[in-house]
RNA sequence: GGCGAGGUAGCUCAGCUGGUUAGAGCGCACGACUCAUAAUCGUGAGGUCGAGAGUUCAAGUCUCUCCCUCGCCA
């Protein structure tokens, strides 16, 4: 039994994530965790909030909270909106958690150990009525270039030239507006990357199992060469800088900036698991106590792929600590908006949460994950929504559950016939099986969710095409033994079906599992090479229920209504 | 401005290291069937693979130039 460590890119604090948010990281990273509890593999699946930073404190003093009430009410709300989509985390954590914290202060201090964080004094902004210093997209001014006067301190968005915070005339704080402000000379540490630009290269190099769109990034960084970064920020929200465990002489009004600590969070996180599940994290993380054999799939969006394979390498290998480090590596591109970027302030795009007052979770997956962003951005629309759910979830496999289940309730009692000879139609359909299984686990293995999607509408495709072949309903007029074999077959094709789209629609799967009578146990994707086995699986005589109509067609009006409420096709 | 990704049927997308008549789903047309959520099954129409030039026996697939889209960065 494989151990596979599964972590999705952490999901920031402050609101709800957009649906791109969810079909870039979190979704595949899930689908891909229940595949691989399907083949029987021992999985840990975890995900976080990302709660540090300006952002956070900024959101939180808008919505007139303290900032650490904020985050636990915001990240209850990404939690219930993950439950909604049915993401099967083993343990959604915080960064702002004990573990996460204790942890980041520990790679710190082993950094500092190893000779690569030292001390250096900056040059900042200071608001003297906002008692802060403000990072360099907070203080607005004049451009002294072209004369724009809403210029952020780190470019001119009318000019694009670049700018230092002190270049602005008139500069004023972002934040309160304040023009009260001052240049004060600031202590922070710095990690020097420049010093592991080799070891992270070797690494790099001995990475396999990363898409040539993670390489090319991480090459690229290599090749314009590291930089050495400020890992500490004044601010009050974040990890306390320590030394020796103690509070850091000189550091006492500073944190850890967001980046140093947020990926730091996955370990923290598979800690907080393990506390709350009595499990052995250790035994994920740490090559020198069991994690050897561990295999570590990492899912993120492109914008996330230089952290990963850079930045957060550098951290965990400068720690010289036998630390797992990622093995595999997918990075999805964008799921835009009617070709265009989902935006809040535009009205355009739907959230999580708003998506879940729509239509359940199972009609997103199935969209997200068919249409995934894995080759290239690809585009939400609402016509396209509407014709994959229809088509694909209503038509091809809810219809098929419906057509049969309610057929041998008419015809055969509720029950799965006992009787008929294998025959042409049984022969066409287990070829079909026995080639297309193996495709579907080969996408999935290889995490090309769009193809495994595919592959598996293309199975249940096949059952609508066997049942016409089969035609059990003109053969039951003259012969029922004959009609029988269509319905058993029929019958135990409904199963897999079900058992095959667990990864994708979960909550849909189990309630045709739950109708027909299937035991947990029997839901693995452990298929066997005999067909004829898999497709007479159901206990002859067995009761089975026809379930609910599974999926509700998605109808004009609402399309128009959604249209309207959330930006689309007007546009 | 630099960098990256991309421009393939009406729409959304596959097409690996170049090689038989360029594929899928949806949509459309016609036909079949009637067990089923007017669902399903079959057949068909539809593309000078962004433009131009080049390499090659052979290019959607390699090289160069140009046009357009999207994103990132400084």
Redesign the pocket.
Known sequence: MARILITSALPYINGVKHLGNLAGSMLPADVYARFQRLMGNDVLFICATDEHGTPAELAAADAGMDVRAYCDEQHDIQKRAGDGFSLSYDYFGRTSNEPNIRLTQHFAEVLEEKGLIEERVEHQVFSIDDGRFLPDRYVEGTCPHCGFERARG??CDSC?R?LEPTDLKEPYSKISGSKNLEVRETKHLHLLQTKMEGQIRDWVDASDGWP??AK??AY?WLDEGLRDRSITRDLKWGVPVTKDGAPRPGFETKVFYVWFDAPIGYIGASEEWAQANGGDWESWWRTDKGADDVTYVQFMG??NVAFHTVSFPATILGSQEPWKTVDKLKAF??L?WY???FSTSEKRGVFMDQALDLLPGDYWRWYLTA?A???????F?W??FQ??I???????????????T??TA?KFDGQVPATGEWGEAEDWIAAELEQRLPAIIANMEAMEF??AA?EV??VW??G??Y??KA????KYKSDVDAAAIGVRTGLNLVVLFAILAQPFIPNAAATVLDALGVSEDKRSWQFGDDMKTLLDALPHGHAIEPPA?????IEDAQLAEWSERFGGSQD
């Open positions: 780190d470019q694009g670049l040539s769109l090319s990034i690229k492109k914008d591109n964008w835009t070709g265009g970027k249409n962003p894995e080759g290239s951005d690809s585009a629309t016509e396209h014709s994959l229809n088509s694909d979830l209503a038509n091809v496999l809810g219809n098929f559950v419906n057509r049969i309610k057929y008419s769009r193809k595919s509408r293309a495709a096949a609508n095409e049942l016409t035609e059990p309903w003109v109509v599974l999926f509700a067609k």
